[in-house]
């Protein structure tokens, strides 16, 4: 561990009108509506093309066809979300989602085109071909490249690379930016700002199998959790039905966006499963697909099921995942010839930040956006393609209320700059395997009572041995974040005694009306709080 800084005080203060926590689609589509407002500061623990929207490969769900309409977007939407999406939240999604769309291309961003046309894919749970996508199946990056070159280019933007936020910074019940860690310095900063965002990604690192980069270990929650910020419907985590079974960490995503074109599920000896779990079959919603690999594996005590590109057809397979296929390619998988290997990873987390639909949070100054931020906008389960656009939307709508907001008073920043270094929350690194181990095993894709009790209980222990400390690693941070997640997610699994959308209990197999309502977590002077909201219908 490097040296400990003067006590007194941070090694460094910056100031700034508008600061961004995290660098992907929401972060910076946020940074750039913010920047004719003011100085903005963008820090991320990272490279700032290191982010979950980097590695996203199916596309961008948008009501842009002459044969779609917002309204039938909506309607999807909520269908996947399984009676848990906010109806307001879904209508700001589908019917800002188009001319959003569209700026992003004015920015450069190149989506595929057949005869002049954007070319729209089809993906599960959607009843239309409405699946932007670039490159193929390289609709991230090609968002993150295009979100980038915007924000390098404005004056009034800094991004700071390997700054990680540590904790939140609130005097007098308001959020004044975050103390961080200048990890390329071994250093604390201080980040005063006027408004922060927390705009940290995902929390698949959580999970043992995962789909996301090693960087996504739910900060955001985190650093919301100990600042007494509510947290929302942290039961639904989306598990991925098809990523590669094959060593190495994250698991590659194999894009639901394949399926949509034709490929099919398979068990070991060749035997398509799927239509006997639902009637629309490998393009069923992606919690129902999950729960049927894992149905598959567990039956015949196998480690996966097979992916057959077969239907695609040599041809369209090559020049519809060009990207897919050299990576499977790499890793010695012949997806022409052979069914591929694969089996469910943690992807998505629906709950979050608990943030009403321009951002803001129950912490004055405090907004939060994207997969860290639940706005009730995904429900029980994320319909696909809906999280690119999800960015997009509400980065709008949140740098909008951002530049809105006047700066605090003089006094209160004097204050806040003198105020003596806190403590940081570290846990020891060795704790991250049990914690990703427990999650999967108990917080996983089919739950029941008596493990998610074990579960809660042994990360409640862990949770007392999260330290206060001058300095840590970044590893130590990630630790003590990722243990508190997993509790809150385990407790919240432990209280709804249903299953709905991604959410399966195996002792309470059945939706029930009463449990049509969203969880809330806060922490209030050290204890937990839980209390219920119902689920917003009128528009």
Not at 310 to 326: A, M, N, T, W, Y
Request: aromatic share 6%; proline share 6%; hydrophobic share 40%.
């Amino acid at each position: 561990m490097k040296p400990s800084p003067d006590s007194s005080g941070p090694a460094e203060i910056l100031r700034c009108r508008f600061l961004v926590v995290g660098s992907g689609i929401a972060g910076l589509w946020t940074a750039l509506h913010l920047a004719p407002h003011g100085d903005v500061t963008v820090i991320t623990k990272s490279r700032l093309r290191e982010t979950n929207t980097q590695y996203a490969q199916g596309g961008i769900a948008v009501a842009l066809p002459a044969a779609d309409s917002p309204e039938w977007h909506k309607e999807d939407t909520l269908e996947a979300g399984s009676g848990l999406c906010d109806v307001p939240a879904v209508e700001v999604l589908t019917h800002e989602g188009p001319e959003i769309v569209r700026e992003l291309i004015d920015h450069g961003a190149r989506f595929d085109h057949l005869n002049g046309e954007l070319l729209y894919g089809r993906e599960a749970a959607h009843g239309r071909n409405r699946i932007i996508h670039a490159h193929g199946d390289a609709t991230g990056a090609e968002v993150q490249r295009t979100a980038s070159e915007a924000v390098a280019g404005l004056p009034g933007v800094t991004v700071h690379e390997d700054m990680a936020a540590a904790d939140l910074l609130v005097l007098d019940g308001q959020c004044l930016g975050v103390e961080a860690l200048d990890l390329a310095r071994g250093r604390r900063v201080r980040l005063l700002a006027d408004c922060t965002v927390l705009a940290t990604g995902g929390a698949g690192g959580v999970w043992r199998f995962t789909t996301n980069p090693p960087i996504a270990t739910a900060d955001g929650p985190a650093l919301a959790w100990r600042a007494g910020v509510y947290l929302r419907d942290m039961e639904f985590v989306q598990f991925h039905p098809t990523a590669l079974c094959a060593p190495g960490y994250p698991k590659f995503l194999i894009s639901e966006a394949v399926r949509g074109e034709g490929a099919l599920l398979v068990d070991a000896a060749g035997r398509r499963f799927m239509p006997e779990y639902h009637e629309l079959a490998e393009l069923a919603p992606r919690d129902v697909v999950a729960r049927a690999v894992f149905t598959e594996m567990t039956r015949a005590g196998q480690e996966c099921v097979y992916l057959d590109f077969s239907p695609i057809g040599d041809q369209r397979l090559r020049e519809r995942f060009p990207g897919i296929v050299d990576e499977l390619q790499r890793r010695g998988f012949d997806p022409f010839n052979s069914p591929i290997p694969i089996s469910p990873a943690a992807h998505y987390m629906m709950g979050g930040v608990m943030a009403d639909l321009d951002g803001s949070t129950a912490l004055p100054r405090l907004f939060a956006c994207g997969e860290c931020a639940d706005y009730g906008v995904h429900g029980a389960n994320r319909l696909a393609s809906n999280s690119l656009l999800d960015g997009l939307v509400f980065g709008v709508r949140t740098a909008r209320t951002m530049a809105q907001t006047t700066p605090p008073d003089a006094a209160l920043l004097a204050r806040a700059t003198a105020q003596p270094a806190g403590c940081l929350h570290a846990l020891d690194v060795e704790a991250k395997p049990v914690i990703q181990q427990l999650a999967w095993d108990r917080i996983g894709i089919v739950r029941e009572g008596q493990g998610l009790r074990d579960a809660v209980a042994q990360l409640s222990d862990l949770t007392e041995q999260i330290h206060p400390t001058e300095m840590a690693s970044l590893a130590e941070l990630e630790a003590a974040n990722m243990c508190q997640v997993a509790w809150m997610a385990g407790t919240s699994a432990l209280a709804r005694e249903e299953s709905r959308g991604a959410h399966y209990r195996s002792d309470f197999p059945e939706s029930r009306e009463e449990w049509r309502r969203h969880i809330l977590l806060r922490q209030v002077e050290g204890k937990t709080e839980v209390s219920y909201q119902p689920v917003t219908v009128e528009e």
